[in-house]
């Protein structure tokens, strides 16, 4: 699968994991600096989400918080332009939202197992914190 298919498949698991959790889920026309927008019912208003794929590596759920562009390979980050990112782990079939400003700006990482060096664990980004998790589905009709 090349880049842009993986691209492709982690923005519908997140669209699909967004809407049946309750969110209102819009797409963008043309060109954005995201991928999506969602809108939970608040008066706090849209808010947009760059989508990632997360990898699983060393109890941690890991991904690029920032864009590489091919031909001039300039790193350019999300902040100030993207309320969030939505990341989807294809180890756990998980996705999560995460504040664009809570990660760095080349890397964002979630811990899913206890750190091995005694890390304290109030210090600690955990991934259950930020899962984004289904509504039970509601049967309509007779």
């Known amino acids: 699968m090349n880049t842009f298919q993986k691209g ?46 997360g990898r699983f590596r060393n109890g941690c759920i890991v991904w690029s918080s920032c864009s590489s562009h091919t031909l001039t390979h300039i790193k350019t980050g999300y902040r100030g332009q993207v309320d969030y990112f939505g990341v989807w782990c294809p180890d756990f079939d998980d996705v999560y939202l995460v504040p664009v400003d809570e990660v ?10 206890p750190a091995r060096n005694g890390r304290k664990e109030e210090n600690i980004r ?10 039970e589905a509601k049967h309509y009709g007779a």
Request: glycine share 10%; aromatic share 10%.
């Open 126 to 135: 955990w991934a259950k914190d930020y899962k984004v998790y289904r509504l």
């Open 8 to 53: 492709s498949q982690t923005e519908a698991v997140i669209l699909a994991v967004l809407a049946t959790a309750g969110y209102t889920v819009l797409v963008p026309f043309g060109v954005a600096r995201y991928d999506l927008a969602i809108d939970d019912g608040r008066a706090a208003g849209l808010k947009t989400v760059q989508c990632k794929t």
């Open 104 to 113: 760095g700006e080349r890397e964002g990482w979630l811990r899913v197992d």
